[in-house]
């Protein structure tokens, strides 16, 4: 059964460095999501893609943080200077294109734990 | 106010018993999702509905869009039904999912 895969599993970096998280979504699902996850809370919608540009982001989602597809098989979640507060659970999730949202199930992967020093 | 709320936030049951738990939410939406958290983190899509029921082994889900709520039931529990169990919204504005805080399902044997 295709799956949504995502590397690494767990990240530790360094508070002001840049991570980038990898997805690699079903192959032919054509709206991909990142969500995180801070520990002890609900999960949070990031950012929505498709036709390689940003459908949605969140409030979260600001200048620091950047996705991209970079070929026909990654989508990828950069944060350009982490902070503490980045420390969470990251989701990648992708889903089909359907006529009608309510078609559109999301599959999810993994998740990265990245914890910020 | 949260635009989803679980109850109850944690379940304590024994092998056997029927489990509910519920989803109420307060915005339009295209679809609900019930999703289960393991210990790891991982994230599994159990269902999404859009209207009615739906049924899958002892997992039977239903929505009443009228009322703007949804319930989760698990017959004949186990305990490696332990998880947590969320409830997330897609809203007719848009595709991203609007999460609840989850239900802690713990079954003892």
């Known amino acids: 059964e295709p799956e949504v895969t995502q590397t690494p599993s767990h990240q530790v970096t360094q508070m002001g460095q840049e991570v980038i998280l990898r997805c690699v979504p079903i192959?032919?699902?054509?709206?991909f999501y990142w969500y995180r996850q801070i520990l002890g809370q609900k999960v949070e919608f990031l950012v929505s893609?498709?036709?390689?540009?940003?459908?949605?982001k969140s409030e979260i989602f600001d200048d620091q943080f950047s996705v991209e597809r970079p070929d026909g098989s990654n989508f990828t979640l950069k944060i350009r200077s982490t902070k503490l507060e980045d420390s969470a659970m990251y989701f990648c999730?992708?889903?089909?294109?359907?006529?009608?949202?309510?078609?559109?199930?999301?599959?999810f992967g993994p998740g990265t734990r990245l914890t910020v020093l | 106010k949260n635009e989803v709320e679980q109850s109850p936030q944690n379940l304590t049951a024994q092998e056997g018993e029927f489990i509910t738990i519920n989803c109420s939410y307060s915005?339009?939406?295209?679809?609900l999702h019930w999703l289960q958290q393991h210990p790891g983190g991982g994230i599994v899509s159990l269902f999404m509905?859009?209207?009615g029921k739906k049924k899958h082994g002892r997992l039977i889900a239903t929505i009443n869009i009228q009322e703007k709520h949804s319930s989760l039931h698990i017959t004949a529990s186990h305990p490696r039904d332990s998880a947590v169990y969320i409830c997330?919204?897609?809203?007719?504005?848009?595709?991203?999912?609007?999460f609840g805080e989850g239900t802690q399902l713990t079954v003892n044997p």
């Open positions: 999730a992708s889903s089909t294109l359907e006529t009608s949202f309510a078609y559109n199930e999301q599959f």
């Open positions: 192959s032919n699902h054509l709206y």
């Open positions: 893609f498709y036709n390689n540009e940003i459908s949605e």
């Open positions: 915005v339009g939406i295209s679809a």
């Open positions: 509905l859009s209207s």
């Open positions: 997330a919204v897609m809203k007719t504005s848009g595709s991203r999912l609007t």
